[in-house]
């Protein structure tokens, strides 16, 4: 059963993958647009293994502006649009900032601007909880709820507040323009989620599809993986002098298939509730430290991992836990997946796939997945 | 004496001619970059009428990603932007939000890839008070100082604050990127100033240099101008209701002469003291309710202008008065005219020029120049 025809901006990608995964397996068709800068095509090759389904790829760049106008003409069956596509690893945002703003903030104003003159009326955007910046400064806000104040501390995190912004003033005028002029039936057809997620980790159960960054990664479970797998020495903690029971960072990390069961329904809710633009969280609602990961993951590889403490980094913040409640109420998501899961489907994923999408995964798994 | 060559975009505008005309009578050279969309060249006779030089126009859009690139190739010599360019309608913003993002942010985003690439070092950017949104929020934050937290209410202001974050980021991120390279003495070259003024109004005492918006113009004085001249019936009075002595909302508005001088102190000082980023508010520190401007005004023209009350505007404010201390301590800055000045500059140029620059002022006023 077709639902509709879904854009996935970035599709290519670690969480855009999954929520492309997700889409087709509950009958959405869908169209990717990225440019394969972080990414590789065969992830394409694996949707279509685990669902069945294949969705189609446009090779387009975000910050072309004529992109998104070819991607809507060939397909005006198109009403919704799930935009991950962006750069983003907090630390090179602070060496390349005008790279971060060209490419988010200018690659969402060019697709704000096609949506509007081809009538795609719903976004979800992949937001971050780096919007909130250090909630510690507020009183009360861990876990982190909705209506924290906003203060992004690093250019990446600056750049996706200026998306949240742009989105809001941009379905807002639709909606009051179309009001205005008396069409209320169209001005709620216009809506946008802001999804604000903490740290996806985890791959997908049948270990042929996972995250596959290119060039070093800046994530601690991409790192954590390439330190099990002998590409990396040991592992670099950055602080062990933070306000927490250990002295490590704190963050709510949520499986990739939890994460993208959220993007789902937040486009399920746009279609069906049109409640404008709002936001929400992804995340467990449980911290774990840096040290605590470590020992999560050393578990699932079934041995101690090395790591080294070294400075804390600029922008890093102690405690980034979220309160999923509205996003439970609202969207009647919860996750379903362990920490202990993640680890462990990323462990399957990692052993198997060393290479990444670079080679075929063992016959062994393919053949699993055909049962 | 020639100081050093600045690029002025948006240079035939309001403020940005005015500038223009102080960065030319304080020795510099000028290169203006405007499209000319709500603005007339024959602002550049005016400035050569005055100050006897004569600034180059390049007739290019910011939104053009090759625009920068051509200026900053055919002046070598240009160390520095004073960045007027954008579209400034609060209203409009609320009703076509992504002309403003894509004027505004992606044409900044523009014109700092642009300085990147040619080394221009020091930015002077046109903010605003907006960003401060409702300042009476916080406690004690009127009047308002630079410390102030942000929160634009509208999306003209959201563009301004993404602005602001897109200079800042990028000016610290040059400064780290060389300090870390060893260069501190290139590092400490790139500076900014976001200069967040209130609200600018009057005309050049001469009364053939002023304010000629196209269309509708949507602030307080240009719209009582038009009042005085028959142009338009009467005067809409947005909010009586406002927590204020007489329920009008209070705005600082400061003379153009004294804003414009402003930015030539902001320049002198990025130039001289290496500040990195730095923001200061440009206003006088004194508020006015619209009551007391309409009875200003109207004694300036010499009889009572018409006014009805109408609804209070979307994204407007209570109060909006700068406190100007850092300007004063750290620029040595500091207003020189009265209100009562700008109403009578504006009333000398309204009634000698009602149709802005379109007509020759009269002879009488060009002889008085001379003299």
Redesign the interface.
Known sequence: MSVGSVLVTGGTGYIGSFTTLALLEAGYKVVIADNLYNSSAEVINRIELISGKRPELFQVDITDPTSFDKVFAAHPDIDSVIHFAALKAVGE??????D???VN??GS?NL??SM?KHNVYNIVFSSSATVYGDATRVPNMIPIPEECPLGPTN?YG?TK??VE??IT??I??QR??LTKAGNTAEAEKWNGALLRYFNPAGAHPSGIMGEDPQGVPYNLLPLLAQVATGKREKLLVFGDDYASHDGTAIRDYIHILDLAQGHLLALNYLRSNHPGVRAWNLGTGRGSTVYEMIKAFSRAVGRDLPYEVAPRRAGDVLDLTSNPARAGKELGWKTERTLEQACEDLWLWTKNNPQGYRQQPPAELLAALKK
Request: charged residues 15%; hydrophobic residues 35%; aromatic residues 18%.
């Open positions: 945002s602070g060496e390349k900032p005008l971060y703003y060209h903030v200018y104003i704000l601007r509007q250019p600056n507040f200026a912004t742009a003033d941009f807002n005028a009051n323009n």
